[in-house]
């Protein structure tokens, strides 16, 4: 007699009670006519023979299916019969199908793989071929063919380090869910989205490549779309003129250039016609563009670092490779479009400078409670900007066409170029602001060695700030608002936060600002046009306990005794390592 089970209990719960039993290790169990036993009661369940594997790990095998029924092409069906194949502790394969008694079908492959420390990612491909429900000798009878591409994958940091590679894809057509699934959110899901990500840094990390494959799908509306492939280049900041050795305090010895390209590969298309025999169509749509930026800017300290200047100059850059002209057809009054392929350049450039100081004020000697010095920093600032216009006219970059009623209309020749239209204005701001912080110091509980109160210091004002702009090249009302913001702490706990905006034009009373200044209209030098103050604060067990004073500066008194064993240390440390 003999018991095959797959309860690990002393006594198991349940067992098949075997008349012979023949064990072949680590391979098989064969066993003659059994019963099943349920918490020690025989039962009338039996089989005449058996086989019980022994077998640890993988093993090849039939997957047995389910019956099941399908509500769209009203059809029984087997579910999920196939076949399971292990190819080692790194992978396995799994095949299986569901078979309709209509003649429908659905047939997947399904792996994994996994090695740790290395990689880890799945793979399912699914394809299914529905009827339209129709009778076979019909002439609307046709078949519906639906496919599904589900997959992750990651490379494991550890074996590749600095290296970035991994993903997800899941790409299905817009009826594979309503004729397969049985699980409510994918029939209700009709956002897909995948994506691949590659990256790596060289040079130190100086150079930064990062590269991307995405689709983004909605099968309710069939917008298909594909980023193939989308590559940032990055290059941080450089200083090419800097020396290996000594404080570089010279100007072009600060200069620090840097660089950020990306280039863009797109398709926008249906999701019927790629994956159709029109997929030529989606093919031709495809469009590229680059963006390319160049930062330039340094640092200046004039009058022995009292002023502290910084320019900058910013270049920019972008590449088409397909444009878009517009004309009207005279005969139906509708507006042909016609791509036209060819290398296109965009440019823009522009500079600025800032010009910024601090001025200190200390008063010392105070005697105000514990209060014995105040310092006020001030940081006057200013700054300018410039951009000088770029005619996308005479560059044809921006195109013209007429209408039946012979208006001219503006359009833009890079409307559907990934990298984006360029466009520059002049424009020249000049900004300004000042900065205040007040600060102070006082005695504190504490003391040191000396028995001498420690200074504490502490922020009376955070800050206290003033800024605005005035634009250059406006028609009108050049002076930008004048913003005041003021914050600061009381007592450790509550915090203060002010601001407020003026205007230094006149309102009318209809509500609408115009271009006359208020000093000369009533003798003030600003309008007042909001203000606002926020008092906040945060309460626990901590705020309300005392603090400690620290007396661990306070020198011990040390006996005759281990005076005396405190002198040998220090004359004889060796000995006591």
């Known amino acids: 007699h003999g018991k095959i089970t797959t309860c690990d209990a002393d006594e198991p719960h349940f067992y098949l009670n075997a008349s012979r039993v023949k064990v072949i290790p680590d391979n098989k169990a064969l066993f003659s006519a059994a019963n099943l036993v349920f918490q020690g009661i025989p039962t009338p369940i039996a089989l005449p023979f058996g086989l019980a594997p022994l077998k640890?790990?993988?093993?090849?095998?039939?997957?047995?299916?389910?019956l099941g029924f399908n509500s769209f092409n009203r059809s029984f069906y087997l579910q999920n019969f196939g076949y399971y194949i292990g190819l080692g502790q790194h992978s396995d394969i799994q095949i299986n199908t569901d078979a309709y008694l209509n003649g429908d079908f659905r047939a997947a492959l399904q792996t994994q793989y996994y090695k740790r420390y290395v990689f880890r990612g799945t793979l399912n491909l699914q394809y299914s071929r529905f009827s339209n429900g129709a009778e076979i000798t019909s002439p609307s009878f046709a078949f519906s063919n639906d496919f599904a591409i589900r997959?992750?994958?990651?490379?494991?940091?550890?074996?590749?380090?600095?290296?970035?590679?991994?993903?997800?894809?899941?790409?299905?057509?817009?009826?594979?869910?309503?004729?397969n699934s049985r699980d409510i959110n994918n029939l209700s899901n009709n956002q897909f989205t995948s994506s691949i990500n590659y990256g790596q840094s060289f040079f130190k990390n100086k150079v930064n490549l990062s590269m991307a494959a995405r689709h983004t799908q909605n099968t309710q509306t069939r917008d298909f779309r594909l980023d193939l492939p989308s590559i940032n280049l990055g290059v941080s900041s450089l200083t090419p003129f800097a020396s290996k050795t000594g404080s570089n305090q010279k100007w072009y010895q600060q200069?620090?250039?840097?660089?950020?390209?990306?280039?863009?590969?797109?398709?926008?298309?249906?999701?019927?016609?790629?994956?159709?025999?029109?997929?030529?169509?989606?093919?031709?749509?495809?469009?590229?563009g680059v963006r390319h930026s160049i930062p330039i800017n340094t640092n200046i300290k004039l009058f022995d670092g009292i002023l502290n200047l910084t320019p900058s100059f910013n270049y920019r850059e972008n590449w088409h490779f397909k444009?878009?002209?517009?004309?009207?057809?005279?005969?139906?009054?509708?507006?042909?479009?016609?791509?036209?392929?060819?290398?296109?350049?965009?440019?823009?450039?522009?500079?600025?400078?800032?010009?910024?100081?601090?001025?200190?004020?200390?008063?010392?000697?105070?005697?105000?409670?514990?209060?014995?010095?105040?310092?006020?920093?001030?940081?006057p600032r200013m700054g300018i900007s410039y951009s000088p216009e770029i005619d996308p006219y005479s560059r044809g970059w921006t195109r013209t066409y007429r209408d039946t009623s012979g208006k001219v209309i503006d359009y833009n020749l890079f409307a559907?170029?990934?990298?984006?239209?360029?466009?520059?204005?002049?424009?020249?701001?000049?900004?300004?602001?000042?900065?205040?912080?007040?600060?102070?110091?006082?005695?504190?509980?504490?003391t040191d060695s000396t028995k001498k109160a420690k200074a504490e210091k502490f922020n009376i004002i955070d800050q206290l700030n003033l800024s605005g702009s005035y634009n250059l090249f406006a028609d009108s009302l050049k002076f930008s608002d004048i913003r005041m913001t003021?914050?600061?702490?009381?007592?450790?706990?509550?915090?203060?936060?002010?601001?407020?905006?003026?205007?230094?034009?006149?309102?009318?009373?209809?509500?609408?600002?115009?271009?006359?200044?208020?000093?000369?209209e009533n003798g003030s030098l600003l309008r007042l046009r909001s203000a606002g103050i926020n008092i906040n604060t945060s309460l626990n067990a901590k705020?309300?306990?005392?603090?400690?004073?620290?007396?661990?500066?306070?020198?011990?008194?040390?006996?005759?005794?281990?005076?005396?064993?405190?002198?040998?240390?220090?004359?004889?440390?060796?000995?006591?390592?």
């Open 416 to 446: 559907n170029s990934p990298a984006g239209n360029l466009t520059q204005r002049q424009t020249g701001l000049i900004s300004f602001g000042l900065n205040n912080n007040l600060q102070g110091k006082k005695t504190g509980i504490s």
């Open 151 to 179: 997959s992750n994958f990651n490379i494991d940091p550890k074996y590749l380090p600095g290296v970035r590679l991994g993903g997800n894809i899941n790409i299905v057509t817009s009826g594979f869910n309503q004729r």
């Open 323 to 379: 444009g878009v002209t517009k004309e009207i057809n005279s005969i139906d009054n509708t507006i042909i479009e016609s791509d036209t392929s060819g290398f296109f350049r965009q440019y823009a450039y522009s500079f600025a400078s800032s010009l910024k100081t601090n001025i200190y004020g200390t008063f010392n000697g105070l005697k105000l409670g514990r209060v014995t010095a105040i310092r006020h920093t001030i940081t």
């Open 255 to 288: 200069l620090r250039l840097s660089y950020s390209g990306n280039m863009q590969n797109q398709i926008n298309t249906k999701d019927s016609i790629l994956f159709s025999d029109r997929y030529q169509e989606a093919l031709a749509d495809f469009r590229s």
């Open 543 to 577: 705020t309300f306990k005392k603090k400690k004073s620290s007396n661990s500066s306070i020198p011990k008194k040390v006996i005759p005794e281990e005076e005396q064993e405190l002198r040998n240390i220090e004359n004889n440390r060796g000995r006591y390592y």
């Open 56 to 66: 640890k790990g993988q093993r090849d095998g039939i997957l047995f299916p389910s």
């Open 486 to 520: 003021f914050n600061t702490v009381l007592a450790k706990v509550i915090r203060i936060n002010a601001n407020a905006n003026y205007s230094p034009y006149v309102r009318t009373d209809a509500g609408r600002t115009i271009n006359r200044y208020v000093l000369k």
